[in-house]
């Protein structure tokens, strides 16, 4: 069961093969035997996750079942979960058990899917490794001693490792495309607004994109579907009609134009991530694509204009943990002011504390002209790059990571190093649209390279179908990591 489609496991559960209690308990066992390895779950709640699953058995008996239906997924533990313990990977949030479900949550519930509990990420989605976590390190699958990538980090370590169906992540500057190349699985961040940020903790607001994480483009797809939809709760959800992401899965890709930005093939890309990327690009035309070559010069702005923005809107987002109202609160404090501070300082992480000071100089007087609206400036240079682009071609086309999954520690002393580890994907999220990542081959030590492709708004249908066209031809998706 553990290597079948969604597609697969649905038409399993509908026929009677299995139930989805045994399916439920089939995951559970296997995360009990896997996870001390790993480390992808923060949070289990056995009887809850077997209660979803009674209910969705009966759904399923009545023949009213949905697609997702009595399917086990994980979900990111930055989407609060009424009855769960909801840490966004940070102390500041150990003892939080949220007392609604976000948006996110709703749909899959709607749909009869079963949450097998919460993975662990970057604390409060920081990171580009999942070394930041107030609950330790998530190990990649492929090599225990490697990082899994970040933030999403325990959501991509669950679906490589097969301890989830699918799941669900985040994508702020990469967080769901970065680690889906460094475990070799498929995650796609849909435009900004599509699906509801409502109940997702915030990082950055005008950057945070929920989406899907799974072992193919069409499991992607499916959940997509579900995920979507227009939240009224969300002041940036858009108000678009529903989609069918999977209408367009089986379209041939003649004539459909790929461009090769020079900028993401330039120095700073590992030869043998390069390679695999290219021996990509060549099965796209023996499947009837061509290529052309592109220039988003803005590229090499868009590290440092991220990480003006994103602190920046981090610092806003995070004085909401005060200690007053719920998380951590300091032991010992003599008056309100030093229970702020100790609360603070002792509840945050170092890397949030380094980006809330990062984004406090940024916003605050006489810095901000300089740099943040020099950096929102540059972000519309970012987006108008990408307009110029997709006049020349249908989607874009590159590595998603600079490396493979480099090892545990190796870049925790440089935090300049381990940002440019997003520096194929921060541009996407600058501009709002969509892009995916999907395996497309291996580098050195038998690491996992991700394919990134880039759509233009709203083009997550035609990004699907040539993700899914690839994984027809080729069977890079379908490796799974022998960790037992």
Sequence with gaps: MFNLSLQQIGDALRAKKISSVELAQLYLDRINALNPKLNAYITLQPETTLAQAQAADVRLATGKADVLTGIPFAQKDIFCAKGWLTTCGSKMLHNFVSPYDAHVITQFNNAGAVNLGKTNMDEFAMGSSNETSHYGSVKNPW?????????????????????????????????????????????????YGTVSRYGMIAFASSLDQAGPMARSAEDCALMLNVMTGFDERDSTSLQRDKEDYTRDLAKPLNGLRIGLPKE???????????????????????????????????TKLSIPVYYVLAPAEASSNLSRFDGVRYGYRAPDYTDLADMYEKSRAQGFGEEVKRRIMIGTYVLSHGYYDAYYL?????????????TEAFKHCDVIMGPTSP?????????????????????????????????????????????????QIIGNYFDEARMLNVAHKYQLATDWHSRAPQII
């Design 374 to 386: 020099q950096a929102q400036k540059i972000r519309r240079l970012i987006a108008q790059d990408f």
């Design 403 to 451: 490396s493979t999954a480099f090892k545990l520690g190796e870049k925790g002393d440089d935090p300049v190093q381990m940002y440019l580890s997003d520096i194929y994907t921060i541009a996407v999220n600058l501009a709002g649209l969509p892009g995916m990542s999907i395996p497309c081959g291996f580098g050195e030590n038998n690491m996992p390279v991700g394919l």
């Design 143 to 191: 090599d225990t001693a490697r990082v899994p990538g970040g933030s999403s980090g325990g959501t991509a370590a669950a679906v490589a490792a097969r301890l989830c169906a699918a799941a669900t992540g985040t994508d702020t500057g990469g967080s769901i495309r970065q680690p889906a190349a460094l475990c070799g699985i498929s995650g796609i961040k849909p435009t």
């Design 264 to 298: 993401f093939f330039a120095e700073g890309l590992s030869d043998d991530v390069a390679q695999a990327v290219e021996a990509a690009i060549a099965e796209y035309k023996k499947l009837g694509a061509t290529v052309v070559e592109i220039s988003l010069p803005n």
